[in-house]
């Protein structure tokens, strides 16, 4: 079968869907944050997961209309959170859906910048590779695109190690925008050079609701917007409040010249994972089916691998619908105030709730606010974040740069510390422990970062020696490195969670597998038990500071043990405290790996710690039961 495409591309405002086509989402207290989340959920993804339920093996592709080479270094106040791949590519927070909801394995080749398709023409025109043609945007970038998507699309992506059947590409920004002119007109060449009955385009349009009355002129602009560069929508994906009226839907498809089944209604659901459902229950599938003419569909093993998914997937749903009991989480962060820059936690955390059958609560605390400053300039912030934090049953730190608010994490960490509450630091924050443990405990008064204090006199944290301080893009420690536990670890219940095979929960699968030895071609950590030694896992990273290794022995003799380093042995990589409920800090950043199906250990181990079924979730007296469920 020849590889099939589908585009999806949006209308009328950014951000409108096209990754999930958007939701709105019960953990959010706040309408305006839930509307960010229809906004910025991920239908690309949603297709990828129906695709994948008839059988077929799905990649994905997305596309953004910027100059930058990647997402590097985007501001995530602006752009949101920077997605790692197993390779070490930078890349859009997109790509992080695709890997969640599709369990697949991308690379930075996946994620296409307008900036790096130019960067790369640029270098074949001084290498001579145009022999001395003029080049131009038709047809030597466009050309240049298309070839790219057509390689990429033959990349396999999950643990079949075959060659994809569907590639489904995301265009970011609103078509129409001048920034990509360009990509718009080498997918308009790529359905044309790969035939119609290989390629389905799917637009994603808003139908705002005005005094009660669904307006339908916005999705007929975006529609003739998109006909005018050459590009004809075989769905119409119109996002909506409410469920579509069936007099909307036919005034849709008449006017933009499509059967009313082609306009599909995507109207606010639960949570995102409800999207395939919604999608499913329309007749997507056939549609799919038919303009892409699937009919010889791939070997048995494959379509009952995809059932059996599809039936997982709804039990996830009713799971989630069914939860009562909350776990409330406090998530302290120097990027709060736009809640996508910690995407991927968010995600995570969802993932662990739902394996636990809890309803989960996020409290997003701008960590300056628990800074002493912040009780003088704004004593309200100040009492209304020390609250929150006090009645929160577990608290996370996650990763960020920069020294603002840093002071506000170390007073959360000695919160959690000394009064119990499960704390889960994600690469800043396990340096925010070690900070926070050296100043309280070792009585190391001037305990500091040098990233925050250069010229510090206790740098316990200190800049990794083989990283660049002159170039920031591309530079970090990047991609999927080892982690060894070491031989004092045997207390830890972070290495019994990825040692044991969680319990099936509600039904649903184990949250990780002890036996898989494929890195991360599956959508988890590599695990690799070995008779007598110590066991190894591979996970994401992204960082510049490392822990001082002179100070190790000092906090190992006041109780801080750092049982996972990394294959030289001199490089911090786990830290967990004994006798304390869950007190766990990572260098690496385990969301990155953590999946629908398939949560991430630290994330899961945290919440099951907050939610108080650790034991049950590690498999104890209850073993693959959760409050009885």
């Known amino acids: 079968m020849a590889t099939k495409y589908v585009l999806v591309s949006g209308g009328v405002i950014s951000g409108i869907g096209k990754g999930v086509i958007g939701t709105t989402d019960p953990?959010?207290?706040?309408?305006?944050?839930?509307?960010?989340?229809?906004?910025?959920?991920?239908a690309a993804s949603s297709l990828g997961v129906l695709l994948k339920s008839i059988g077929l093996r799905v990649t994905a592709i997305k596309i953004d209309p910027y100059l930058?080479?990647?997402?590097g270094l985007l501001g995530p106040l602006e752009h949101g959170e920077c997605f790692v791949l197993d390779d070490g590519g930078e890349v859009d927070l997109d790509l992080g859906n695709y890997e969640r909801y599709l369990n697949i394995t991308l690379t930075k080749d996946n994620n296409i910048t307008l900036g790096k398709m130019f960067q790369l023409v640029l270098d074949r025109e001084r290498k001579g590779d145009y022999l001395g043609k003029t080049v131009q945007i038709v047809p030597h970038?466009?050309?240049?695109?298309?070839?790219?998507?057509?390689?990429?699309?033959?990349?396999?992506?999950?643990?079949?190690?075959?060659?994809?059947?569907?590639?489904?590409?995301?265009?970011?920004?609103?078509?129409?925008?001048?920034?990509?002119?360009?990509?718009?007109?080498?997918?308009?060449?790529?359905?044309?050079?790969?035939?119609?009955?290989?390629f389905l385009h799917c637009h994603v349009s808003l139908v705002p609701v005005i005094n009660t009355e669904q307006k339908t002129k916005p999705t007929q602009a975006a529609i003739r917007d998109v006909r005018s560069v050459g590009l004809s929508p075989d769905i119409i994906a119109c996002r909506c409040s409410e469920p579509l009226k069936g007099p909307t839907t036919d005034k849709i498809a008449m006017y933009c010249q499509v059967d009313p089944a082609q306009v599909i209604a995507v109207h606010d659901v639960p949570s995102t994972y409800h999207v395939p459902l919604l999608l499913e229950s329309q007749g997507l599938i056939p549609i799919l089916k038919n303009v892409l003419q699937l009919d010889n569909l791939p070997d048995a093993s494959l379509i009952k691998s995809g059932a059996q998914t599809w039936k997982i997937w709804k039990n996830l749903t009713a799971t989630q619908d069914r939860a009562f009991d909350t776990v409330r989480i406090c998530l302290v962060g120097k990027y709060t105030a736009l809640q996508d820059a910690y995407l991927s936690v968010r995600k995570s955390l969802e993932h662990a709730s739902m394996r636990c059958a809890r309803k989960l609560e996020i409290t997003w605390l701008d960590s300056s606010d628990l800074e002493?400053?912040?009780e003088t300039t704004s004593p309200a912030a100040y009492h209304k974040a020390w609250g929150s934090l006090c009645t929160s049953s577990g608290i996370i730190?996650?990763?960020?740069?920069?020294?603002?608010?840093?002071?506000?994490?170390?007073?959360?960490?000695?919160?959690?510390?000394?009064?119990?509450?499960?704390?889960?630091?994600?690469?800043?924050?396990?340096?925010?422990?070690?900070?926070?443990?050296?100043?309280n405990v070792c009585r190391i008064q001037a305990a500091q970062s040098e990233e925050f204090v250069a010229d510090a006199d206790d740098k316990v944290v200190i800049y990794m020696p083989e990283i660049s301080k002159t170039t920031l893009g591309a530079s970090l420690r990047l991609g999927v490195k080892k982690t060894i536990f070491q031989k004092n670890s045997s207390f830890s219940k972070l290495r019994q969670l990825y040692e044991n095979k969680a319990p099936s929960v509600n039904g649903l699968p184990a949250a990780s597998d002890p036996t898989n030895t494929t890195a991360t071609a599956d959508g988890e950590p590599t695990f690799k038990p070995s008779l007598g030694q110590p066991p190894i896992i591979s996970e994401r990273h992204r960082h510049r500071y490392e822990v001082n290794t002179a100070y190790i022995q000092k906090m190992a003799s006041h109780g801080l043990d750092f049982i996972g380093k990394d294959e030289?042995?001199?490089?911090?990589?786990?830290?967990?405290?004994?006798?304390?409920?869950?007190?766990?800090?990572?260098?690496?950043?385990?969301?990155?790996?953590?999946?629908?199906?398939?949560p991430s250990m630290p994330y899961l181990g945290f919440v099951a710690a907050a939610a108080g079924c650790l034991d049950e979730i590690m498999g104890g007296e209850k073993r693959g039961m959760v409050n009885g469920a």
Request: with cysteine; proline share 6%.
């Open 27 to 42: 953990i959010f207290e706040n309408p305006l944050n839930a509307l960010h989340e229809i906004t910025d959920a991920s």
């Open 68 to 71: 930058n080479s990647d997402a």
């Open 141 to 198: 970038l466009t050309d240049f695109i298309q070839d790219w998507i057509q390689r990429v699309a033959q990349i396999p992506v999950d643990s079949t190690h075959e060659r994809p059947d569907v590639c489904i590409i995301e265009l970011g920004g609103t078509v129409g925008d001048i920034e990509s002119a360009p990509l718009i007109e080498a997918l308009r060449c790529l359905r044309r050079r790969v035939g119609e009955k290989n």
């Open 372 to 374: 002493p400053e912040t």
């Open 397 to 439: 730190v996650p990763g960020g740069f920069g020294q603002r608010g840093t002071e506000g994490m170390v007073a959360a960490a000695k919160w959690a510390r000394e009064k119990d509450v499960p704390y889960l630091g994600i690469c800043l924050g396990m340096q925010i422990a070690v900070i926070e443990f050296c100043r």
């Open 568 to 598: 030289s042995g001199e490089r911090m990589e786990i830290l967990e405290l004994r006798d304390h409920p869950w007190f766990v800090g990572v260098q690496y950043h385990p969301e990155y790996l953590s999946r629908v199906l398939r």
